[in-house]
Nanobody, 123 residues
Protein backbone atom coordinates (compact mmCIF):
# COMPACT_ATOMS: atom_id res chain seq x y z
CA UNK A 1 0.00 0.00 0.00
CA UNK A 2 1.28 3.44 -0.92
CA UNK A 3 -0.17 6.84 -0.20
CA UNK A 4 1.23 10.04 -1.70
CA UNK A 5 -0.03 13.48 -0.67
CA UNK A 6 0.29 16.60 -2.77
CA UNK A 7 -1.22 20.05 -3.02
CA UNK A 8 0.20 21.71 0.06
CA UNK A 9 1.65 25.20 -0.02
CA UNK A 10 1.56 28.68 1.45
CA UNK A 11 -1.61 30.77 1.33
CA UNK A 12 -2.89 33.89 3.10
CA UNK A 13 -5.63 33.63 5.69
CA UNK A 14 -8.99 33.14 4.03
CA UNK A 15 -7.46 31.27 1.13
CA UNK A 16 -8.11 27.75 -0.13
CA UNK A 17 -6.12 24.65 -0.96
CA UNK A 18 -7.02 21.24 -2.29
CA UNK A 19 -4.91 18.35 -1.05
CA UNK A 20 -4.71 15.09 -2.96
CA UNK A 21 -3.95 11.60 -1.68
CA UNK A 22 -3.03 9.19 -4.47
CA UNK A 23 -3.42 5.59 -3.33
CA UNK A 24 -2.18 2.28 -4.67
CA UNK A 25 -2.26 -1.30 -3.47
CA UNK A 26 -5.60 -1.03 -1.69
CA UNK A 27 -7.03 -4.27 -2.99
CA UNK A 28 -9.26 -4.99 0.03
CA UNK A 29 -12.49 -3.04 -0.27
CA UNK A 30 -13.33 -2.32 3.37
CA UNK A 31 -11.04 0.50 4.38
CA UNK A 32 -11.15 4.16 5.28
CA UNK A 33 -8.94 6.94 4.01
CA UNK A 34 -8.40 9.55 6.67
CA UNK A 35 -6.89 13.01 6.61
CA UNK A 36 -4.84 14.11 9.60
CA UNK A 37 -2.65 17.04 10.49
CA UNK A 38 0.16 17.71 12.90
CA UNK A 39 1.37 21.15 13.94
CA UNK A 40 4.77 21.64 15.61
CA UNK A 41 4.66 20.56 19.24
CA UNK A 42 1.14 19.15 18.94
CA UNK A 43 -0.33 15.70 18.57
CA UNK A 44 -1.56 14.43 15.24
CA UNK A 45 -5.29 15.13 14.93
CA UNK A 46 -7.91 13.64 12.68
CA UNK A 47 -9.76 15.85 10.23
CA UNK A 48 -12.01 13.64 8.14
CA UNK A 49 -12.37 10.11 6.83
CA UNK A 50 -14.16 8.35 3.99
CA UNK A 51 -15.20 4.69 4.01
CA UNK A 52 -14.55 2.82 0.77
CA UNK A 53 -17.55 0.50 0.79
CA UNK A 54 -20.40 3.00 0.93
CA UNK A 55 -18.69 6.40 0.90
CA UNK A 56 -19.64 7.24 4.48
CA UNK A 57 -17.93 10.47 5.48
CA UNK A 58 -17.07 11.70 8.96
CA UNK A 59 -15.63 15.03 10.06
CA UNK A 60 -14.00 16.25 13.22
CA UNK A 61 -16.04 18.89 15.01
CA UNK A 62 -13.47 21.63 14.45
CA UNK A 63 -13.88 21.40 10.66
CA UNK A 64 -17.20 23.29 10.91
CA UNK A 65 -17.96 23.14 7.22
CA UNK A 66 -14.64 24.57 6.05
CA UNK A 67 -13.14 21.30 4.80
CA UNK A 68 -14.65 18.75 2.41
CA UNK A 69 -13.41 15.23 1.71
CA UNK A 70 -14.15 13.55 -1.60
CA UNK A 71 -12.84 10.79 -3.83
CA UNK A 72 -12.29 9.94 -7.46
CA UNK A 73 -12.36 6.16 -7.59
CA UNK A 74 -11.18 6.06 -11.20
CA UNK A 75 -8.01 7.86 -10.13
CA UNK A 76 -7.73 6.09 -6.74
CA UNK A 77 -7.39 9.53 -5.21
CA UNK A 78 -8.97 11.13 -2.17
CA UNK A 79 -9.12 14.90 -1.86
CA UNK A 80 -9.41 17.38 0.98
CA UNK A 81 -10.76 20.75 -0.09
CA UNK A 82 -9.89 23.36 2.51
CA UNK A 83 -11.56 26.78 2.44
CA UNK A 84 -11.42 29.83 4.71
CA UNK A 85 -8.03 28.78 5.95
CA UNK A 86 -6.73 30.24 9.20
CA UNK A 87 -3.19 30.58 10.55
CA UNK A 88 -3.99 27.86 13.09
CA UNK A 89 -4.51 25.45 10.19
CA UNK A 90 -0.76 25.55 9.58
CA UNK A 91 0.52 21.98 9.88
CA UNK A 92 1.82 18.99 8.00
CA UNK A 93 -1.17 17.20 6.51
CA UNK A 94 -1.19 13.43 6.12
CA UNK A 95 -3.49 10.89 4.57
CA UNK A 96 -3.72 7.38 5.94
CA UNK A 97 -5.46 4.08 5.20
CA UNK A 98 -7.07 1.92 7.83
CA UNK A 99 -8.73 -1.43 7.20
CA UNK A 100 -12.06 -2.22 8.78
CA UNK A 101 -12.53 1.32 10.06
CA UNK A 102 -15.61 3.48 9.80
CA UNK A 103 -15.95 6.99 11.24
CA UNK A 104 -12.64 6.66 13.09
CA UNK A 105 -10.30 9.64 13.41
CA UNK A 106 -7.79 8.13 15.82
CA UNK A 107 -4.34 8.13 14.22
CA UNK A 108 -3.21 4.97 16.00
CA UNK A 109 -5.98 2.99 14.30
CA UNK A 110 -4.62 3.60 10.79
CA UNK A 111 -2.20 1.19 9.18
CA UNK A 112 -0.54 3.06 6.31
CA UNK A 113 0.58 6.66 6.02
CA UNK A 114 1.78 9.04 3.38
CA UNK A 115 4.82 11.25 3.79
CA UNK A 116 2.81 14.41 4.46
CA UNK A 117 2.48 17.77 2.76
CA UNK A 118 3.12 21.15 4.41
CA UNK A 119 0.34 23.71 4.62
CA UNK A 120 1.26 27.19 5.81
CA UNK A 121 -1.37 29.90 6.32
CA UNK A 122 -0.12 33.42 6.89
CA UNK A 123 -2.04 36.11 8.78
Amino acid sequence: VQLVESGGGSVPAGGSLRLSCATSGLTYRGYSIGWFRQAPGKEREGISCLYSVDGTIHYADFVKGRFTISSDNAKSTVYLQMNSLKPEDTAVYYCAAGFGLQRVLTAAAYDYWGQGTQVTVSS
